[in-house]
Nanobody, 115 residues
Framework: QVQLVESGGGLVQPGESLRLSCVTS????????MDWYRQAPGQEREWVAT???????EYEDSVKGRFTISRDNTRNTVYLQMNSLKPEDTAMYFC?????????WGQGTQVTVSS
């Protein structure tokens, strides 16, 4: 059974940093691209970043230069380092993968950026 467990969220002030982690199990982690998404209250869930199985990386425009996605295949874990956080980054953050024709989600971790 595939499991994705996010952690690392919290309340921070604008300009501060957070590092999100997503520990996975139940599949061969190294073979799959991993994604981060986020959903702000009252908004659609939006894609944030992807790291492929061969470490190709893409970012949504608003996070380029501030967020860094990475993966550790020895720990079956994907990370999202978030620097220079802004109030508009406030959202529930989810890690995700697409496997067997369906998208699988973790439970999410809340990030709140506020002074």
């Amino acid at each position: 059974q595939v499991q994705l467990v996010e952690s690392g969220g919290g309340l921070v002030q604008p300009g501060e940093s957070l590092r999100l982690s997503c520990v996975t199990s139940g599949f061969t982690f190294s073979e799959y691209a991993m994604d981060w998404y986020r959903q702000a209250p009252g908004q659609e869930r939006e894609w944030v970043a992807t790291i492929s199985s061969i470490f190709n990386i893409e970012y949504e425009d608003s996070v380029k230069g501030r967020f860094t996605i990475s993966r550790d295949n020895t720990r079956n874990t994907v990370y999202l380092q978030m620097n220079s956080l802004k109030p508009e980054d406030t959202a529930m953050y989810f890690c995700s993968l697409y496997r067997n024709r369906r998208r699988i989600w973790g439970q999410g971790t809340q990030v709140t950026v506020s002074s």
